[in-house]
């Protein structure tokens, strides 16, 4: 059975980090796209950035464009967002995703497993 387990969310003051981690079991991602998406209290699910399996190629919600850095590490079976210069709009439970192809999509619907979320709160 294929589990995402996400951790590190937090509360933080506005400016500052976090490094979210994405860990699979029961699976091995390293053939995997993973996609980073959050939402908001009353929002949709949204896309964040993404990596493809290798993690020589990502992409960025404009959002976040410059200050989150979507990485992994495949020995770890692990991949991690870290994100910078946070801001109270950042505030949202965050979830990863996996879909068993080595390229990285942009839409919740090409995601085959999901975590459970992970809260990250961002004070002003």
């Known amino acids: 059975q294929v589990q995402l387990v996400e951790s590190g969310g937090g509360l933080v003051q506005a400016g500052g980090s976090l490094r979210l981690s994405c860990a699979a079991s029961?699976?091995?991602?390293?053939?995997?796209?993973v996609g980073w998406f959050r939402q908001a209290p009353g929002q949709e699910r949204v896309f964040v950035a993404a990596?493809?399996?290798?993690?020589?190629?990502?992409g960025y919600s404009d959002h976040v464009k410059g200050r989150f850095t979507i990485s992994r590490d495949n020995a770890k079976n692990t991949v991690y967002l870290q994100m910078s210069r946070l801001k109270p709009e950042d505030t949202a439970v965050y979830y990863c995703a996996a879909r068993q192809s080595r390229s990285y999509y942009l839409t919740r619907v090409e995601y085959d497993y999901w975590g459970q979320g992970t809260q990250v709160t961002v004070s002003s």
């Open positions: 029961g699976h091995t991602f390293r053939n995997d796209g």
């Open positions: 990596i493809n399996w290798s993690g020589d190629d990502t």
